[in-house]
T-cell receptor, first 114, second 114 residues
Framework: SQTIHQWPATLVQPVGSPLSLECTVEGTSNPNLYWYRQAAGRGLQLLFY??????ISSEVPQNLSASRPQDRQFILSSKKLLLSDSGFYLC?????????????FGPGTRLTVL | AQTVTQSQPEMSVQEAETVTLSCTYD???????LFWYKQPPSRQMILVIR??????QNATENRFSVNFQKAAKSFSLKISDSQLGDAAMYFC???????????FGSGTRLLVRP
């Protein structure tokens, strides 16, 4: 199974509030996990990826952070949200290890910061 | 660095007709994979088709096929017998053997006229 769960599906938060988005995956152990953000009408921006528990690589400096407390759990957080954090957040997975493996995506979380 | 370019921001096709979406990429690697993803209004990213660079035969999935020209670094998607459900954003993506990352193009919006 390549099932990916994302929670919540939709979120409206005030500026300056904290954020926690959760992604959990089923199936193969030790997957690579990814967080992407997509602004309205735009392409995908890679935010973070993880190749194992506690291993996080950041692609874009910002007020967001990611953690991987368990093999199949990936969390995106912020201490204080900005208006520019609004967007559609997608979690993705592929098999472990480097290389051109197919990424499969979750259903996404729509975040609106007011 | 690898780049992926989709030069058609929007395309339109009559239902039941055929349409081709263009994608070019730049890389110095010899082994890599190329992908087409579909993003319908629900915004979930769905894998349409995958092509391994070492395979000379063009990939096909039902009504979807690719024209992979490795020397020209071109990877176009042909949709035959277009259906209303094909209306979506289509993203071309590249994954190299040396990286964990998937590099996306900016997307092409496909409109299907009934």
């Amino acid at each position: 199974s390549q099932t990916i769960h994302q929670w919540p599906a939709t979120l409206v938060q005030p500026v300056g509030s904290p954020l926690s988005l959760e992604c959990t995956v089923e199936g193969t152990s030790n997957p690579n996990l990814y967080w992407y953000r997509q602004a309205a009408g735009r392409g995908l921006q890679l935010l973070f990826y993880s190749v194992g528990i506690g291993q996080i690589s950041s692609e874009v400096p910002q007020n967001l952070s990611a953690s991987r407390p368990q093999d199949r759990q990936f969390i995106l957080s912020s201490k204080k949200l900005l208006l520019s954090d609004s967007g559609f957040y997608l979690c993705a997975r592929n098999m472990g290890g480097p290389g051109p493996d197919t990424q499969y995506f979750g259903p996404g979380t729509r975040l609106t910061v007011l | 660095a690898q780049t992926v370019t989709q030069s058609q921001p929007e395309m339109s096709v009559q239902e039941a007709e055929t349409v081709t979406l263009s994608c070019t990429y730049d890389t110095s690697e010899s082994d890599y994979y190329l992908f087409w993803y579909k993003q319908p209004p629900s915004r979930q990213m769905i894998l349409v088709i995958r092509q391994e660079a070492y395979k000379q035969q063009n990939a096909t999935e039902n009504r979807f096929s690719v024209n992979f020209q490795k020397a020209a670094k071109s990877f176009s998607l042909k949709i035959s017998d277009s259906q209303l459900g094909d209306a979506a954003m289509y993203f071309c993506a590249y994954a190299g053997y040396s990286s964990y990352k998937l590099i996306f193009g900016s997307g092409t919006r496909l409109l299907v006229r009934p």
